[in-house]
């Protein structure tokens, strides 16, 4: 217990620093002389300081509350902390720039009588791409003076004649004809030459035919003897092997049992004793894990309180693979019931070899980089889900989804590839269920290859599309997006993305939210929630600062598990697939622990699904 006091007493010292540097930032606030030009749009750079609020913001930079939420995805799952940097935007009309060229664009003076159309004929571009670099022009409608950014049409691009027919109208031809003539769909031959959708065909007209369709249309077969349905496995070959084992219906905790839990982190302590006395910020990057230590601390103080007896150990790894084995050769772990850590892969594969020999479960805080770990360990506990059980999860709650268009758009990247054939497998034994469903459509298109047009071909007017974007790429995200927001009208478009969007600076979340935009995820917190309002108002007043995403991260896991052990003593791996009561929500985390093989570890199956609705607040739908 002296190892906890010591860090206890380093942490205050720390947040106490923090927050006397904080307070000479307090006041009123100056505008940020940074600013940037992002997609067309200027903002303001503004580093947060202690004590400013959104509404502060908003009086200072003359925009509204909303405006910077719209324009700061972050705001979305947390709120608002000391250190962040915010786009604000200018509260001005875009500087316009005289009629000229540059490495990347034309900008284009609107004369008298010009329309989009006139222009994207013009310069040879599609109307999306004008407005994608013109935010300004709003519902297509051009002013007389205004300067238009005109993206340059390179010699690769897809707009170039090259990669076109044009083809005369003779008599007798049809869209029908010709659509089956050049192989495409007859929605983009409309779409090209958006005169044909009014007054049909003219004979001698010439009509702009692509090449080839950008999309990739498959047929996925569904195998009705191959489902996804889970295995439980309640015989577990070691659980006999250990002298003392109490079956999970006969433990019975009381005040004279004690559970000692050892908890491994890169804390650095020296150096962060050796740099708080001239600095607010912690060594390197482990502010984190002392907010996950912090967090830790919250919960066990409340297990205390309900009368559970706990001895903690708590070793500094210093991320060092020797370090760890020397904490290792210490005579006491091979007596704990319980190791959370260490983090990093190499530690915790060592971590675990121990854990293993010595038959005490382990826990794996954060995603492990070796998957394979898991599944010949069945001491380890993963608490984050792997990827595929993650597609799996989502593959289950798009099952309700077999009468829309499912389409996935990707870069042709070799993980997104790997991400799409996991995802197509999935989706095929996810549908093994459905009796009358014996084969669903799956469209699949290279951006990178056809840019808008595939996507645009994939769509389906009058269905509901399901869009799925497996990938963390912010420029190609913020593009698609962009001009996929701008035929939010014609189609009927959802969305289904990834969490790190979130931290993208570009995209605009009004355009999320028009795509009505959902993405997997391991944690949310709601914090209208008055579990989570107590947490932070026993965590501020025990460290002087808010909790960040990994002091929720340290509570739910250190309160989850030993709640677990109490039920059911040390040994409680054999009991949770037996006790689907074990299912547990905690503040940010939930956990569901499932053992998919008699000898492997347990990974948590529990993976939600959230979206961003109309006033940009994320919504948890499952």
């Known amino acids: 217990m002296k190892t906890v006091i010591k860090l206890l007493f380093t942490i205050l010292l720390i947040a106490q620093t923090t927050t006397i540097n904080y307070a000479q930032n307090n006041g009123s606030i100056k505008k940020s ?16 300081k202690r004590g400013q609020t959104l509404y502060s913001l908003s009086n200072a930079y003359q925009v509204s509350i909303q405006e910077i939420i719209s324009e700061n995805s972050a705001l ?32 284009h003076t609107v004369q008298a009588k010009q329309t989009l159309y006139f222009i ?48 005369e109208v003779k008599p007798g031809e049809t869209l029908f004809s010709l659509a089956q003539r050049y192989r495409v769909n007859i929605t983009t031959i409309n779409r090209l030459n958006p005169e044909t959708s009014q007054g049909g065909l003219k004979i001698g007209q010439t009509l702009k ?75 390197k990057n482990t502010e984190k894990f002392f907010e996950f230590y912090q967090g830790f601390l919250i919960a ?41 850590g260490p983090v990093y892969s190499e530690n915790f594969k060592l971590a675990a070899s121990f854990a293993q020999q010595h038959k005490i479960n382990i826990v794996s805080p954060v995603p492990q980089s ?35 268009s499912i389409i996935v758009i990707h870069n042709g990247t070799k993980q997104e590839e790997k991400s799409i054939e996991l995802f197509k497998s999935h989706l095929v034994k996810t549908f093994a269920s459905y009796e009358n469903i014996n084969e669903i459509v799956f469209k699949q298109v290279n951006y990178k290859i056809s840019k808008i047009d595939g996507v645009l071909d994939a769509l389906s007017i009058g269905l509901d599309n399901i869009v799925l974007i497996p990938s963390n790429d912010e420029a190609f995200i913020t593009d698609i997006v962009t001009r996929l927001n701008f035929n939010k009208n014609r189609y009927k478009i959802t969305i289904y993305g990834m969490k790190s969007w979130e931290s993208f600076r570009n995209i605009q979340i009004e355009y999320l939210a028009n795509l009505n935009c959902h993405y997997g995820t391991t944690s949310y917190i709601d914090y209208d929630n008055k579990t989570i309002k ?89």
């Open 76 to 107: 979305l799952s947390g709120r608002l902390k000391s250190g962040m940097e915010l786009k604000i935007p200018v509260a001005e009309d875009i500087t316009k720039v005289k009629e000229g060229n540059d490495n990347d664009f034309i900008y």
């Open 209 to 283: 035919i692509p090449k080839h369709n950008y999309s990739i249309s498959e047929t996925l077969i569904i195998d009705h003897n191959n489902s996804e349905e889970v295995q439980y496995y309640d015989y577990d070959p070691l659980y006999f092997e250990e002298a003392g084992t109490i079956p999970c219906n006969e433990f019975h905790y009381n005040r004279f049992i004690k559970f000692k839990v050892a908890l491994m982190l890169p804390l650095f302590i020296n150096e962060n004793n050796s740099s708080s006395t001239t600095s607010s910020k912690y060594y």
């Open 300 to 340: 066990i103080d409340r297990l205390k309180k309900s009368g559970v007896s706990i001895e903690l150990f708590v070793y500094d790894t210093q991320r060092s693979l020797s370090k760890v084995q020397d904490i290792l050769n210490k005579s006491e772990l091979e007596t704990v019931d319980l190791i959370i």
């Open 370 to 404: 070796s998957s394979s770990l898991v599944k010949t360990n069945p001491f380890i506990f993963m608490t984050n889900p792997s990827q595929g059980t993650k597609i799996a999860n989502i593959s289950k709650y798009l099952a309700n989804s077999y009468d829309r």
């Open 534 to 622: 107590n947490f932070l108002y026993q965590y501020t007043n025990a460290f002087n600062e808010e909790p960040g995403l990994y002091s929720y991260l340290g509570y739910d896991i250190s309160y989850y598990f030993l709640n677990v052990m109490k039920k059911y003593g040390k040994h409680f791996q054999f009991c949770l697939p037996a006790d689907m009561s074990m299912k547990k929500s905690g503040l940010m985390y939930s956990f569901n622990f499932q053992r998919l093989s008699p000898s492997s570890g347990f990974e948590n199956n529990w993976f939600g699904i959230i979206k961003i609705d109309k006033s940009y607040k994320l919504i948890k739908v499952k």
């Open 120 to 167: 994207k004929n013009k310069y040879h571009v599609s109307e999306e791409d004008i407005l994608a670099n013109n935010p300004q022009v709003k519902g297509g409608l051009i002013k007389l003076g205004e300067v238009l950014k005109i993206p340059k049409v390179s010699n690769g691009s897809n707009q170039t004649e090259s990669d076109y027919y044009f083809h």
């Open 33 to 48: 002389d940074k600013q940037v030009f992002i997609l067309g749009k200027k903002y303001y750079l503004h580093k947060v």
